[in-house]
């Protein structure tokens, strides 16, 4: 989103800040033309989640983060992303006319938010105005996790969201080419992607996650609810973007798996369902623990941001 500290002297690449329930974490990639990123540090301090600051200061110090151009990703109730119609002005302002369709699309004051604005594909069907997509961060959320880092030192430079950083991911699978689904859970919720050639087509966010798997008796209905959500998407995208069907059907890494779900989905959906394994796509230079992929996934995802700081 925007742009917040500078930094005399950087390191290469960019390291995403991840705040869980459990702890802090820093991941940095260094991307490279004809070649796959690079991985060069990745870190996890366990810590109370209502008391950031210390491992936030031993993180800064482990991994120079001072140094380093910094993001992180903001938490999915921290603001809304909304697909819109461009209203017919000049590009310079284009952000303020649509600060005040904020308050049509939502329930949002436009004072209370802070605004970014990004091309959503579709743009070139006959007929149809100009989609973008509208990001509202409430104020209080990013200001919170500006202090936060801040007090650490930490030279945070943007602030990204789970839905870009999940895109970012996408891009790196070679079946991303002729499009993908993605499907992210974790604890309390989920995260379907849909994306072809780096654009971001659709996104829906899922009310259940990994924990509404745990139990036996609710699995089989969850597992159908899901379905129902992933073949509606799939749906839409076709119908609505005008676009060959998708094909792939991609799960990111949890840290517990869920045991036959993929089975599941392969089932009872026309497409071909994969777990996602981001190892032979980088190049990893520094040492990862167990279960990196799941524990860093949103972190690795807005690492991969090729895009200006000022962006």
Known sequence: MRSFFTSRKQLPGLTAIGLDPDGVSAVRIVCHDGAPPSVTACEFLACNAHDYTQALIQLTHNQRLERSRCTTVLEQGGYKLLMTEAPPVAEQDLRAALRWR????????????????????????????????????????????????????????????????????????????TGVAMLWLHDDGGLLTLTRQGELYLTRNLGFGTQALVDP????QVFDQL????????DYFESHFRQPPLRHLMLAPV?????????????????????????????????????????????????LRQETATA
């Open 255 to 303: 840290r517990e798996p869920v045991d036959g779900l993929l089975d599941y989905l392969r089932g009872n959906l026309g497409v071909q369902c994969a777990n996602v394994d981001l190892e032979p796509l980088l190049t990893l230079e520094t040492d990862l623990p167990p279960g990196w992929q799941a524990r860093h996934f949103l972190a690795l995802g807005a690492a």
């Open 102 to 177: 904020i308050k049509d699309l939502t329930d949002l004051s436009p004072a209370d938010v802070i605004m970014d604005v990004f091309d959503a594909p579709g743009g070139n069907v006959a007929g149809r105005s100009r989609p973008v997509y509208l990001v509202a961060a409430y104020k209080d959320a990013v200001r919170e996790r500006i202090r936060l880092l801040s007090a650490a030192r930490v030279n945070l430079q943007i602030i990204e969201i789970a839905e870009l950083a999940q895109r970012n991911i996408a891009a790196l699978l070679p079946e991303e080419r």
């Open 227 to 234: 379905v129902l959500e992933v073949q509606r998407s799939l």
């Open 217 to 220: 008796m609710q699995r089989a």
